[in-house]
């Protein structure tokens, strides 16, 4: 168990809906990343909070966003939905600042389907 | 651009033999080179990292090997057990942002 649990664990929505996913860091960790990983594939970097700001962006259009809070929870919305963002959303979180460590902790995930 | 790839798909062992997962990474300027476990259902599972002022470093069972002139890593588990079974992600990340780029996978099956 890595501490960090995210929710809901699946869902379907409908293409042009919008989707709020959630996700709460293992505790003392301040920076949390969402990564998207469609079927057979790796996951891909969305973006990263640091004590509730931006702190780094991969190649995802604006309709997704984020947001940290300030007990380092973490949303990721996700507006217009296409059929391609169904995948499995991962939340990972850190202790932040700069870790002499390539270690993050992975949720579960969130299994969205998106019909 | 940034790439991570795997020269195999999957890969099929004998319980009790030794496993050797390889990558490929494009990226020479990464800080760590990391190894992942995701068993089905589950998120990834960190399993060992490699600075990228090291070419070995070892944890229980497992190796990791980076060989930096041919922008190589490999991993190596001893002693494969059935509990081994999962897919192996190589990855390679900066740690600022604490961004991981992730490879295609290996898909590791250990036969009885």
């Known amino acids: 168990e890595t501490g960090v649990t995210q929710s809901p664990t699946h869902l379907i929505k409908t293409r042009g809906q919008q989707v709020t996913l959630r996700c709460s860091s293992q505790?003392?960790?301040?920076?949390v990343s969402w990564y998207q990983q469609a079927l057979g594939q790796g996951p891909q970097f969305i973006f990263q909070y640091y004590r509730e700001e931006e702190n780094g962006r991969g190649n995802f259009p604006p309709r997704f966003s984020g947001l940290q809070f300030p007990n380092y929870s973490s949303e990721l919305n996700v507006n217009a939905l296409e059929l391609d963002d169904s995948a499995l959303y991962l939340c990972a979180s850190a202790p932040g600042g700069r870790p002499g460590t390539g270690e993050l902790f992975f949720g579960e995930g969130s299994r969205l389907t998106v019909l | 651009g940034e790439s991570v790839g795997l020269h195999l798909p999957t890969l099929s062992v004998q319980e009790g033999d030794n496993s050797i997962i390889n990558c490929a990474y494009s990226?020479?300027?990464?800080?760590?080179f990391i190894w992942y476990k995701q068993e089905s259902g589950k998120g990834p599972q960190f399993i060992i990292d490699?600075?990228?002022?090291?070419d070995k470093r070892q944890g229980q069972r497992v190796t990791v090997l980076l060989n930096k002139t041919v922008k190589h890593l490999s991993l190596q588990i001893a002693a494969t057990q059935p509990g081994d079974s999962a897919v192996y992600f190589c990855a390679e990340m900066n740690l600022v942002p604490q961004k991981l780029v992730f490879g295609q996978g290996t898909r590791l099956t250990i036969n009885p």
């Open positions: 490699i600075r990228s002022n090291m």
């Open positions: 990226n020479s300027a990464s800080d760590y």
């Open positions: 505790s003392g960790h301040n920076t």
